[in-house]
């Protein structure tokens, strides 16, 4: 496309955002949206911590818990949890694209349905580092989640770089723009993650969060203008039991992904408690 077209465009984007970031402060924050606590276990447990974990954490109480272990033991986690009539989401933490087919060591969106997924996370920022997914395979992954009755997590954020360089906004909007090509604003669940705060210890702050996620839902808002405020957005980066508080009192902040924190069941029992009080 035309450089000049292309620069067009991003003025038009970038105007109507500014505009609906305005007209959305104005407006009433929702408070039917789900809150969710997301475990990201990434590649770690083996199936007997699994059994354990699950044996001993308890229901949401008003919030969906999600637990993402890896891929071998999103089975047997599932058995367990249906077994002990626990009403716990087990999510996988990637998907392949593709429906079916010559794909070696990758996973379909309608297996993971079979065996009871619910949920999967989308473009963490892990698998667009080491596996270079880009915005259009994150795009085509959560149409093929979409496509099976998977809900897909779109996690996007900025790395410490690109905060330094005042460029968050503009990566946050290329990213969700990108993701939710051809897909319906509603279907899907944000996960603000900037790269920085991924388990390094050093989360944004609270305030820093809910004005990103404002900014967040206002691109959602130029997107689909009746549905932005239906859309929860999690934040993502560090968060613990001492912390989570202050993410829950923020009125964009829908829930948590919790990563290093949601290894020990205590930890991330009391997360979910502070995300429970408020539902
Ligand atoms: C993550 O892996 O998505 C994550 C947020 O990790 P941590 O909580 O350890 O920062």
Not at 22 to 41: C, V
Not at 200 to 218: D, K, L, N, V, W
Not at 242 to 249: L, P, V, W, Y
Not at 252 to 261: E, R
Request: aromatic share 6%; net charge negative; with cysteine.
């Amino acid at each position: 496309m035309d450089q000049s077209i292309k620069a067009y465009i991003k003025q038009l984007v970038q105007e109507a955002v500014e505009q609906s970031a305005s007209s959305l402060n104005n407006l009433p924050p929702s408070t039917d949206r789900k809150q969710y606590i997301i475990a990201n276990w990434k590649m770690n447990k083996n199936i007997q911590d699994t059994l354990e974990f699950l044996q001993q954490l308890k229901e949401g109480n008003g919030v969906e818990v999600v637990v993402c272990p890896p891929a071998p033991l999103l089975y047997p986690a599932k058995l367990y949890v249906q077994g002990q009539n626990k009403k716990i989401h087990i999510g996988a933490q990637n998907v392949h694209q593709e429906d079916k087919g010559a794909y070696t060591g990758e996973t379909a969106a309608s297996l993971l349905k079979d065996i009871g997924c619910s949920h999967c996370i989308i473009g963490h920022s892990e698998r667009r580092q080491y596996a270079h997914e880009d915005d259009a395979i994150v795009n085509l992954k959560a149409k093929q989640a979409l496509k099976r009755g998977l809900t897909p997590i779109i996690c996007i954020g900025e790395t410490l770089e690109q905060k330094q360089q005042n460029q968050t906004e503009k990566v946050l909007t290329k990213q969700i723009l990108g993701a939710m090509d051809g897909i319906d604003v509603p279907q899907v669940v944000f996960a603000y993650e900037p790269v920085w705060a991924i388990g390094t210890g050093e989360s944004a702050t609270a305030e820093e969060a809910q004005r990103i996620h404002a900014y967040i839902r206002s691109v959602l808002d130029y997107l689909d203008e009746h549905n932005a405020e239906k859309v929860s957005i999690l934040y993502g980066g560090s968060v613990n039991e001492n912390n989570a508080q202050e993410f829950a009192s923020m009125t964009d902040i829908d829930g948590v992904l919790v990563g290093g924190a949601s290894l020990k069941v205590d930890s991330f029992q009391k997360i979910i408690a502070v995300f429970a009080k408020g539902a």
